[in-house]
């Protein structure tokens, strides 16, 4: 495989940062993932270095040297990222209204193929044909209040970004309701294609800013840039920023050209998938135990 990667992450105008960010590789595939701890909650920054932690740590179990099936891998290790939360918010007493909670998205590129999945509003952009301008983008959908007034028509894309609901999700991992967790189709990667995971920090300030000047420098130019970017927009009540980018390279361009689809051809939504087996109880205490190493915790709920 041949690709770059490069990522930021920033506190903004907040006292701490709550976003997390990683990506991991082997010979054959790549892991990407981003959570942003949700505020209102105790120690969402604990909740969001779970959630990567968990991921990261499955990842590095299955990968041997890719994975069988990416989105099983993804739902699976989302649903057992949100019950190590909720084990951790037990186990330190926390109230279930004051639960840790976060966002996260995952992506896996494997077999010059990209599969992802979400919980929340932290976003995963799909920018095809970046090398000679975007010529298609997939997004995925926020799982938010204001993106459902948005489908229903109520209310317009402009008037989301500065609702005073903007912030409110109904799906993430921690608290007491199991997450929706969203998996895509596998979409196959064209040469010079852009991947971007960020959170809202990233995204809401910048809107279609982000996408359109990601592809302009090269990816350890255009990330801090565009962080910059949306912290100046944001102001002096900026919230957490992270961005992380990958660009990929096609390993054999003829090839690639009669294989993948043209690139102005519409990429399919997202679609929701049933939800696997339940993880095991040994599995979460070995999470809770790995996370624990590396996160002190107080059973009073101070971070």
């Known amino acids: 495989m041949s690709y ?25 595939a790549v892991l990407m993932v981003v959570a942003d701890g949700m505020g209102g909650h105790l120690q ?22 890719r994975l069988a099936d990416p989105a099983r891998f993804l739902t699976t290790a989302l649903q057992q990222a949100h019950q190590t939360i909720v084990h951790y918010a037990t186990d330190c007493r926390i109230p279930p209204h004051a639960a840790p909670r976060t966002t996260c998205i995952a992506c896996v590129v494997q077999d010059g193929e990209a599969t992802w999945a979400h919980a929340g509003d932290s976003r995963l952009y799909l920018i095809h044909g970046q090398s000679q301008g975007p ?6 959908r926020d799982h938010s209040i204001v993106q459902r007034m948005v489908d229903a028509g109520s209310l317009s894309d402009a008037e989301a970004a500065s609702h005073p ?13 199991a997450p929706q967790i969203e998996v895509s189709r596998r979409v196959s990667l ?9 959170t809202d920090g990233a995204w809401s300030p910048l809107g279609e800013t982000l996408v359109a000047e990601l592809g302009r420098a090269p990816l350890n130019r255009s990330v801090p840039h565009l962080l910059d970017a949306a912290e100046r927009a944001a102001g002096p009540e900026a919230d957490n920023l992270t961005l992380i980018a990958m660009r990929w390279q096609a390993p054999d361009p ?28 040994a599995e979460i205490e070995h999470a809770i135990a790995e996370i624990r190493r590396r996160i002190p915790h107080n059973p009073n709920g101070a971070s």
């Not at 770059?4 to 054959?28: F, H, K, M, P, S």
């Not at 609901?165 to 309701?177: H, K």
């Not at 040469?191 to 971007?196: M, R, V, Y």
Request: aromatic residues 2%; negative net charge; contains cysteine.
């Open 135 to 140: 010529a298609g983008v997939a997004q995925t």
């Open 254 to 281: 003829d090839q690639h050209t009669l294989d993948m689809a043209p690139a102005a051809q519409p990429v399919q939504p997202v679609q929701p998938v049933q939800m696997v087996a339940a993880i095991s109880d």
């Open 4 to 28: 770059t990667i490069a990522q930021e992450t920033r506190i903004g105008g907040r006292e701490i940062n709550q976003d997390r960010v990683a990506w991991l590789a082997t010979a054959d």
């Open 44 to 65: 969402g920054e604990v909740a969001a270095q779970i959630a990567v932690d968990t991921v990261s740590a499955r990842f590095r179990s299955e990968a041997k040297t």
């Open 190 to 198: 064209q040469d010079g294609d852009l991947i971007a995971l960020c």
């Open 165 to 177: 609901l903007r912030n409110r999700v109904f799906s993430c991992l921690g608290g007491d309701e």
